[in-house]
């Protein structure tokens, strides 16, 4: 199983922007998940290979945008406008099957990343 590595995670203030990177080792069907304390993971945002199908949750999609470069095997979040209630630890996920659903859910991904941290202040 390759593995995934997360990073560009940091503590910003509110308004602020930051990119998450995760090294994709390949894997076709990608996406971007986040947990904060106490809660359940969530889906934001997901991607094909190709980078021709993605899908957002309804929270997020009008301030981050998820993308991948092929030629450097790695996949981004674009985060802008960012709010204390994006604060979490942000992971992302990789299967090497078309995800059967919304692309969005935990149960569709068979591979991890240990996490990034991303905390934003006021």
């Known amino acids: 199983q390759r593995q995934l590595v997360e990073s560009g995670g940091d503590s910003v203030q509110v308004g602020g922007s930051l990119r998450l990177s995760c090294s994709a080792s390949?894997?076709?069907?990608m996406a971007w998940f986040r947990q904060a304390p106490g809660k359940a993971r969530e889906g934001l945002a997901a991607i094909d290979r190709a980078g021709a199908t993605t899908n957002y949750a309804g929270s997020v999609r009008d301030r981050f945008a998820i993308s991948r470069d092929i030629a450097k095997d790695t996949l981004y979040l674009q985060m802008d406008d960012l709010k204390p209630e994006d604060t979490a630890t942000y992971y992302c996920?990789?299967?090497?099957?078309?995800?059967?659903?919304?692309?969005?859910?935990?149960?569709?991904?068979?591979?991890w990343g240990q996490g990034t941290q991303v905390t934003v202040s006021s």
């Open positions: 390949g894997y076709p069907f």
């Open positions: 996920a990789a299967s090497p099957l078309r995800p059967p659903g919304t692309w969005l859910d935990t149960d569709e991904y068979t591979v």
